[in-house]
């Protein structure tokens, strides 16, 4: 018979110290080796429909404006003026194609292409100052799958449609129509009090379902132990629930959550065909942010269809809905017991040594996402 | 001298309903904050971002069938207390039409966690009155922490 301790050196991907949730180093190094190395969610581009649109971001810490151009295109660029560093977009949103981004400290302007346009004064510069060379900066990759804008602080990053590799068919199914694109509904964001890599779990843990859904479930008349299954896959760094429920798949009635690495999930909900993407930054190593996005294809995204789809996703998911509310408190819940200072390790186990690896109750797609987690943070 | 009008410290009782209302939720006692609502009604919490531009999507937006689920789907935190203070409130009445604005902010756990806007539609047609509707709108960019149960 095994031991623990055999168990964790035959499979150490099961068994997580604590400190990666607690330690403020170690989300020191995970901004340095995962968020600014691999690709990462920065919006959508449905938040940017016109010439001229732009929304505020904040990845990694870094001041970034997603802003569709002049010339019909999304870009990336850093939130800060070429002159002396003033943010240059204050307001959360709006649109600069008429006025420009003006930087309220001396009144340099960029267009909404990020090209210097104005320089109040100039000729108090030299003749090495020319505006082409200091346009907003741009980030270092951005590009877009299925209307996601994805973007990565590193020049060598592989390209996007190679880093979602193996989980695009799934990310296809879980963020497009038949085919059709979809338009961002509406949006907001939520804190929760616990660290990123938490909720990231919880999205591909079927075995919490009756357990902090429980008292939903008997509201509604159902066994959440009996009624409720899934498939899990495991998809590279990325992962997948399937709740199917011998639904068939063709006929888009089966629900899907992913989870793409490092910090997005994505959500299916065939009843009323609702889309959402949460973006999840850590704002500091017990704390994280939530920006989410409810979607609908462009054909049904009618006011009143629109007002039906989100008002049943905000019955289920968000800050105030019957699951969301209940993982969120289950997460904070979850930060405090990290701390415990116990040297136990958290266990990502179940499923191990089973061979049925796509029982959703099993905890393989968390180990999919800390084999992402470790290939990062063990890069110089 | 006082003038009449300093004298009569009486409470408009849409203004009395706000204050009953969360006082019950202070209390935990959901039952007596289910009957301060019509049938039917509705109670919704949203973002100021979302519900300055009409947007679709609340934290909450319950019938009070769903209010009721609410409750009954979450057992009373009573560990985590909750003070509520109201601030600027007041009533407009046009027509039949009663509408209700006050400011608040809502300690848990004696932290600073929620302030915004109540705003009501009330029923004043019974013997006292009632929220056909209760909106409450937050302030900042970001829903602070979780509303399993109402603010």
């Known amino acids: ?17 604590r400190s990666i949730y607690t330690d403020p180093a ?17 919006g959508h581009e449905t938040e940017v429909p016109e010439p001229g649109d732009y929304v505020r971001k904040t990845i990694a810490g870094q001041p970034l404006i997603q802003v569709r151009g002049n010339d019909g295109k999304v870009r990336v660029v850093y939130n800060t003026c070429r002159h002396r560093a003033s943010l240059v977009a204050i307001e959360e949103e709006g649109n600069c194609a008429k006025t420009n ?21 100039a000729d108090g510069y030299g003749e090495w100052f020319k505006n082409e060379e200091f346009g907003l900066v741009e980030l270092a990759q951005f590009d877009t799958f299925n ?13 996007l449609v190679d880093y979602l590799s193996s989980a695009k068919e799934f990310i296809d199914y879980a963020t497009k129509g038949d085919g059709e694109d979809l338009v961002l509904v509406d949006s907001y964001k939520y804190d929760i009090a616990g660290n990123w890599k938490l909720l990231i779990d919880n999205t591909m843990d079927g075995y919490h379902v009756p357990y902090v859904h429980g008292s939903m479930f008997e509201q509604f008349g159902i066994s959440a132990e009996e009624g409720i299954s899934g498939i899990a896959r495991t998809l590279g760094f990325h992962g997948s629930i399937d709740w199917d429920e011998g639904r068939p798949m063709a006929e888009r ?19 009323g065909d609702m889309f959402a993407i949460r973006q999840i930054e850590p704002l500091n190593v017990d704390n994280m942010q939530v920006t989410m996005w409810l979607l609908a294809p462009k054909s049904t995204a009618s006011r009143e269809m629109n007002e039906r789809r989100a008002a049943a996703f905000t ?36 499923g191990l040594e089973t061979g049925d690896e796509d029982d959703w109750e099993n905890e393989q797609s968390m180990r999919g996402f800390r084999a992402g987690w470790n290939h990062y943070m063990n890069q110089d | 001298m006082a003038t009449s009008a300093q004298l009569d410290n009486a409470i408009d009782p849409a203004i009395e309903l706000l204050y009953r209302y969360t006082a019950a939720l202070d209390q935990f006692d959901y039952e ?5 609502f019509s049938k039917p009604s509705r109670y919704r919490v949203q973002c100021r971002r979302n519900y300055e531009r009409n947007g679709v999507l609340h934290i ?13 789907s979450h057992p009373p935190l009573r560990l985590e207390p909750t003070v509520h203070v109201i601030g600027n409130a007041r009533v407009r009445r046009d027509g039949g039409d009663v509408e209700l604005r006050a400011t608040f902010n809502m300690d848990r756990n004696g932290k600073p966690t929620f302030s915004g806007e109540y705003i009501g539609a009330i029923d004043e047609s019974g013997d006292t009155p009632i929220f056909k509707e209760l909106m409450v709108v937050l302030e900042g960019d970001s829903v602070p922490s979780t509303v399993q149960i109402a603010i």
């Open chain 1, 315 to 350: 019955i289920t998911w968000g800050p105030g809905g019957l699951f969301g509310a209940d993982d969120a408190r289950q997460l904070e819940w979850v930060q405090l017991g990290m701390k415990a200072d116990c040297g136990a390790p958290v266990l990502a186990a179940r």
């Open chain 1, 253 to 271: 009635n089966v629900n899907r959550y992913m989870a793409i690495f490092p910090n997005i999930t994505v959500h299916y909900n065939a009843s």
């Open chain 2, 60 to 72: 909450v937006n319950d019938s009070d069938e769903q209010l009721g689920f609410r409750f009954a």
């Open chain 1, 26 to 42: 170690v989300l020191e190094q995970e901004i340095e080796k995962i968020f600014k190395k691999a690709w990462v969610l920065i």
């Open chain 1, 1 to 17: 018979m095994k031991t623990i301790d055999e168990a964790i050196r035959l499979r150490p991907d099961g068994f997580t110290d």
């Open chain 1, 147 to 159: 209307g996601m804008v994805f973007g990565s602080f590193n020049p060598d990053a592989q390209p």
């Open chain 2, 32 to 36: 007596a904050v289910l009957a301060m």
């Open chain 1, 101 to 121: 981004f003006v930087c309220p400290y001396h009144g340099f302007e960029y267009s909404a292409d990020g090209d210097l346009v104005k320089v109040p004064v």
